[in-house]
């Protein structure tokens, strides 16, 4: 059983889970009381199989540490968490968290109710200016990790970000440092870079980790992945530059090269990130460099940075200013103290005293909290509900009476409300009548209009005198709706299209008739131009002009006679919503 000082945290690491229970001192301070790290197989970037070795490895170190049935606070790793540093104008306390859900829905590359996210102000400049840092997370995979930290038989009370928390352990250790810092956390699928400068800080994750130079080694060799991780971490080391003499074995011997070139490319990505830290954030250059991580404990990764960066590279010590429990091995403790900087800076962020509070709330712990925070007023709502219903009864006993003399007056009122709404019933039918009439005659006044409307469309699509409209003809059922001028049988026309009225429902078409001239534009492309054009009107129910052009488009002369001056076209298209003729 847990004391209620006790403080117990875990790494959701993408090559181990760590985790640690600590104590507090009357005086604040921690007290590291027990640890241990449990290792995940395969590749970290591999997801498919994350989440059963996952659940696998948190039930063995539950186990481990004995803490089912305690409270924990969690971290993801950094690499599924999208960060940005936004600057906000100054503003008033009461209105920044609306200028930042502002930026966040601007920011955020998902919608904000498919992300868990929070905010953190990092700094404020003299003329009121507030720089915040943005964090989200989308809400499946974390639930999923939650999930996978409940099976194991504990409480999750938070859930933090694995950067953020050693940037508060990094505070809380180095506490002297007063000059620009970058922490470089090695981590197995990614690098987090975490630059500190004062109480300002920036931080970046690097898809560059140790699953990089584990594969890059495997490649190499033609072994698997455990393999080739399996030698990394037993006889792996970072090669030296310059005139170094190689190491006996021809196998280290390649395969120090190996991680050599892999850490070069993490070096490039580390320079250009402090390129975009001084140019883009006006941030200075850092003068220390600290190694944390698992990746930290390669063999000679210090000297390599010394030698890329040209400053003072040193191991990051998690546990300095923390003090360890005499059941803590301090040997190992020290070998571990680079890795053990996100599991102590979850820890401060447990005891709700570190610089940067950001937390993202799984789904089911938000319904927790919530109704944890609704609980008293559930409980005074219940006591007011039982009251009131006391009151009610106790009401109802005495008003029996009065209620039963008031049932004859509704009764006979209710008899005069019948024959009123037998009234009202008729008044709506004869609404309903007109309303029927008024809809005729609005759509007549709107159908008035629709040829007007439709010859405008038409003439707007006329881009040049190539081409123009001999004849604008509706047609019903393939047969134009209207006798030509020059007929007699109009009355024939209007028999034959009430008898097909009568069987299917008709369908409307548009006949254009035209001349194009002869023209250097493609000759008959004009036209064909032209019913593209017209083809994606409103008015007309066209789809796929360019597969079945040659259906709507019906004729189109030739222009190979050198003694004529136009050509004659015909278009056909049908219309969407025709005009009731």
């Known amino acids: 059983m847990a004391d209620s000082n006790s403080i117990t945290v875990i790494n959701l690491g993408s090559q181990r889970v760590g985790g640690a229970v600590f104590s507090k001192t009357s ?25 059963p070795q996952l659940k696998v490895a948190l039930s063995e170190l539950v186990a481990r540490l004995k803490i089912k049935g305690q409270k924990v606070f969690c971290s993801v790793p950094g690499h599924p968490v999208f960060s940005r540093f936004v600057k906000l104008p100054p503003v008033q306390g009461d209105k920044l968290a609306q ?7 601007q920011n955020v590359p998902w919608q904000l ?19 915040v840092i943005l964090a989200a997370m989308k809400v499946e995979p974390l639930n999923e990790m939650h999930s996978e930290v409940v099976s194991c038989g504990v409480n999750v009370s938070g859930v933090g970000v694995g950067p953020l928390a050693l940037y508060n352990a990094f505070r809380y250790s180095y506490p002297d440092v007063d000059e620009p810092a970058l922490v470089i956390d090695l981590g197995a699928r990614s690098t987090n870079l975490v630059f500190v400068e004062g109480e300002r800080f920036f931080t970046r994750n690097l898809l560059v980790g140790g699953a990089a130079v584990t594969n890059a080694i495997a490649k190499e060799f033609g072994i698997s992945f455990a393999e080739a991780e399996r030698q990394k971490c037993s006889q792996g080391f970072v090669a030296l530059g310059g005139a170094v003499e190689d190491h006996p074995d021809e196998g280290v011997n390649a395969m120090s090269k190996v ?3 892999s850490m070069t490319r993490l070096h490039s990505e580390v320079m250009r990130t402090i390129t975009f830290y001084r140019s883009q954030q006006g941030g200075g250059a850092p003068k220390r460099v600290f190694l944390a991580g698992g990746g930290s404990a390669a063999g000679y990764i210090a000297e390599f940075f010394t030698e890329k960066l040209k400053l003072p590279v040193e191991a990051f010590n998690g546990l300095r200013g923390i003090q360890s429990d005499r059941g803590v091995n301090l040997e190992s403790a020290q070998v571990d103290a680079p890795a053990l900087g996100e599991l102590a800076g979850l820890a401060l962020q447990g005891m709700g005293s570190c610089p940067c509070e950001i937390e993202l709330v799984p789904a089911a712990l938000f319904n927790a909290r919530d109704a944890a925070r609704r609980a008293p007023a559930l409980i005074m709502s219940g006591l007011c509900v039982l009251a009131a219903l006391g009151a009610a009864i106790f009401w109802f006993r005495h008003a029996e009476a009065s209620v039963q003399q008031r049932s004859v007056q509704i009764q006979s009122e209710a008899a005069l409300l019948g024959r009123l709404a037998g009234e009202m019933r ?21 159908n008035r209009s629709w040829w007007v409307r439709l010859l405008n469309e038409l003439n707007q699509q006329f881009d040049n005198d190539l081409l123009w409209l001999t004849l604008v003809e509706p047609i019903k059922d393939g047969k134009p709706v209207t006798s030509p001028l020059w007929s007699s049988s109009v009355n024939e026309g209007k028999a034959a299209q009430a008898a097909q009225a009568g069987t299917a429902a008709p369908v409307y078409e548009l006949r254009l008739v ?18 593209a054009k017209i083809a994606k009107l409103d008015s007309f129910g066209v789809t796929d002009f360019d597969a079945n052009r040659d259906k709507y488009v019906i004729k189109v002369d030739s222009g190979t006679e050198e003694d004529r001056y136009a050509y004659q076209f015909e278009i056909k298209l049908p219309l969407r919503k025709p005009l009731q003729f």
Not at 27 to 51: A, E, H, I, M, W
Not at 99 to 104: K, L, P, R, S, Y
Not at 113 to 131: H, L, P, Q
Request: hydrophobic fraction near 35%.
């Open 27 to 51: 005086g604040g301070d921690l007290v590291l009381k027990r640890y241990d790290f449990v290792q995940l197989d395969g590749d970290p970037s591999v997801d498919v199989s994350r989440l």
């Open 99 to 105: 200028i930042v859900e502002f930026e966040a829905r």
């Open 113 to 131: 109710d498919e992300v868990s996210w929070d905010y953190e102000v990092v700094a404020k400049s003299d003329i009121g200016e507030v720089e």
């Open 259 to 261: 991680m050599r070139n």
């Open 426 to 446: 008729l008044l709506d039918a004869k609404q309903e009548e007109l309303r029927a009439r008024s809809s005729q005659l609005e759509q007549a006044v709107t």
């Open 514 to 531: 035209g001349l194009y001239r002869r023209n250097t534009e493609g000759e008959q492309k004009v036209v064909y131009d032209f019913a």
